[in-house]
């Protein structure tokens, strides 16, 4: 990332009001916005399999460089009824894969008559990603529910490998929640326990990550249903501004008020 | 009848087309198309192929007279696997038949490569049904003369059956005909009920009934070509070992000799009590 850079005072001329930019209290030089960098999903995303479905989850940071476009986005896509995926990367590339996704499990569900393999959603997603590697830098997590294999994950990562996993992250904040998921997933969790790891472990890579922050939204995945969530900012456990809390105790039920770490209890 | 007619360097039949029947884009006053018409009678006068669904899998045969004595048995091949679950036998034009296969080769062959997943028996058939009737559409082609059932068993759906014909109508079917012998064949395997059945008893219900389509041309040498998706072949789509063929219809000529000769018993004794009717005072 670009070290940040002394900005020159902006002009103050009447024809240079298109360089100014007022944000509040904020006066923004638009000159100095390095408009250069590309549109990213920095992010931190991250899938698991529990006992009755599966369950995603991202941040919500999209960043251009140092400026965050969005602080409320969306990385979750729906593919279909049951199926959806996580983008990470270069926003275009990721949003036009699973556009096109989209567009071939719509083409199978009418063919097949009934809910398209989530086996076939990673097939197309790994075709685009493997055959243009060389001009797109997109990573996904595409995940689901059908009635031959149940909940499924599949990573397709940058090269356009296809892996199936039970628990899968990616993204730039993946790597500093690693050490937590190696430590702290188990197979067959319950809803509960499913939401509670993913809420702990995306807010810790959030803390560290610069390109991951703001919410986390998550996605239930069902044989009878999809549910929709988020986590707004004040209820996260690590709040992002807060650097005294340096401990963190991974327990469903604790209302740990000492430590002021409060894990929303939803 | 036939009646010449010569019209300019052309000499043609007047038959029920009468002039509506030259090209496939041609619809008739009555709204059929002949041509394609035409075509289905390429099927009727050829060899019978047949299907049946089982309780645990799908059955299809076909007799297939010999045309010469010199040919390597086996070498006109009418049933073919597309995949390892899908099977496919023709009838009719023979040529026609055989274009069609590759083309069904192709499509499940592009659509595994693109979803990953085998295609299903439902989805070839509705392809490939769509590729027959775009042949009845255009000037410039001729309908494929040949009938097609396309066999098939999905992890999902089960054993299915599809039937085929030039017009490119399709349709599933639990058990099917097509060809010379039809009738004969459609009316058994209603009395059979072969859906309660499994395979292995089904195979020797299918030689029988292939047997006695093939009765009018008695004089003249067969053969049969039969293949099963079920337990016994691993769940693939597989012709019948050679063996097993061998015995199933030597019991199948044993089993129809019998009825034969059943019928012809009852007959004599229906005449023997129409006589003793008669003759008692």
Known sequence: RRPPRSTPKPSSAASDVYKRQVHGDYLIDMESIDWSQPIRDGTTIMAVVYDGGVMLGADSRTTGGALIYNRVSDKIEPIHKRIFCLRSGASAHTQKIAQLCRLYIGQLGSELEETPPVYSAAKIIQSFIYNYKSFLSAAMICAGWDPIKGPQIYTIPLGGTLVRENIATGGSGSAYMSGFCDTHYKAGMTRKECRDFMIQSISLAMFRDSSSGGIIRLLDITKDGVSREYISHDQLPLKQNNYSQSCLLYTSDAADEGLGVDLGGR | ?281
């Open chain 2, 1 to 281: 009848g036939d009646v010449y007619k010569r019209q300019g360097l052309r000499i043609c039949y007047k038959m029920a087309g009468s002039g509506y029947d030259y090209d496939v884009s041609t619809l008739s006053p009555e709204g059929k198309i002949y041509q394609v018409e035409y075509a289905m009678k390429a099927t009727e006068n050829s060899s019978t192929i047949m299907g049946m669904v089982c309780k645990d899998g799908v059955l299809l045969g076909t007799e297939k007279l010999i045309v010469s004595e010199m040919m390597v048995s086996g070498s006109d091949r009418r049933v073919y696997s597309v995949t390892k679950q899908i099977g496919m036998v023709i009838t009719g034009l023979l040529p026609d038949g055989r274009c069609l296969i590759d083309r069904a080769k192709e499509e499940s062959a592009s659509f595994q490569k693109q979803y990953g997943i085998p295609i299903t028996g439902k989805v070839l058939a509705d392809r490939i049904a769509q590729f027959m009737h775009m042949n009845t559409i255009y000037l410039w082609a001729r309908p494929y003369g040949c009938n097609i059932i396309i066999a098939s068993l999905d992890e999902g759906t089960g054993p299915a059956l599809h039937l085929i014909d030039p017009s490119g109508q399709c349709f599933g079917y639990f058990g099917c005909a097509a060809g010379k012998g039809r009738q004969i064949a459609r009316n058994e395997i209603e009395k059979l009920g072969s859906k309660n059945l499994t395979c292995k008893e089904c195979a020797f219900h299918l030689a029988k009934i292939l047997h006695k389509c093939h009765e009018e041309m008695k004089e003249k040498k067969f053969e049969l070509e039969m293949s099963w998706i079920c337990p016994e072949s691993g769940m693939v789509h597989q012709m019948l070992p050679k063996d097993i063929q061998k015995e199933l219809e030597a019991r199948a000529q044993e089993t129809l000799e019998k009825e034969a000769m059943a019928d012809v018993q009852s007959q004599i004794m229906k005449n023997i009590n129409i006589c003793l009717l008669y003759t008692s005072d």
